[in-house]
């Protein structure tokens, strides 16, 4: 199945069989995707959305030096550019950060689903509002807290999405993100956040060894990233 993780955690009950399957008819293609590649350039006219089955995906934007500034980062079970259906194009780059499973859904397949499925509509609607209810918490999070601040929020963030979709024990998870990856999402550079990654070694709050990330003291990791999960709408908030 390929949507198995739409909406997991959210709202996924209020998706009926009969959508369900209307949504996987609508799939025109699956891909498998390399690492790191751009897969959407910004103002590239779009005819169909991505919806990430498995992998992590970002989407990004360049200052004129070039410097690279994470606005999302997308984790299995997101339509990564669904607000894209409307718009026609991007205003962003959307590039792989792994290996990637995506299932495309042309356009005019949404067209149908919009005129036929209120239900269905309303749920996709649903999800390009989380996208922007975590679009506005990023905004607090880069223009009011402090870089240890950032890494920890940026952190309780991912492990809940991660741990609705079954991929977080609530403390232990992998994460395929660099250093320098990190610090793109967080508005820091990458030896600021090894100092950051140190530091919350030392707090006895996370440590993270290559890829696999343990989180010790959770309430206190949220704590000091003014992290409320409120805004990811997951069906549970602790």
Known sequence: ?????????????????????????????VRNLPPRKTFISRDQNITMSTYLIEGVMCRYMDDRQGERQLVAVHVAGDFVDLHGYPLGHLDH?????????????????????????????KLLWFSTLLDAAMHREWIFRLGRLDAIARVSHFF???????????????????????????????????VHMNRMLRELKDRNLLAMHRHDVEIRDRKGLARLGEFDPAYLFLDDQN
Do not use: N, W, Y
């Open 156 to 190: 309780c963030e991912t492990e809940a999405k991660l741990r609705a979709i079954g991929r977080s024990d609530g403390s232990h998870f992998i994460l395929p993100m660099t250093q320098a990856d990190l610090g793109e999402a967080c508005g820091i550079t990458s």
């Open 93 to 121: 780059d959307l590039a792989t950060l792994t290996a990637c499973r995506v299932a495309l859904v042309p356009h005019v397949a949404l067209d149908h689903i919009v005129a036929t499925r209120p239900a269905l509509t």
């Open 1 to 29: 199945m390929v949507f198995a993780d739409f909406l997991r955690g959210r709202r996924r009950d209020l998706l009926s069989a009969q959508d369900l399957e209307a949504l996987e008819a609508a799939v025109a293609d």
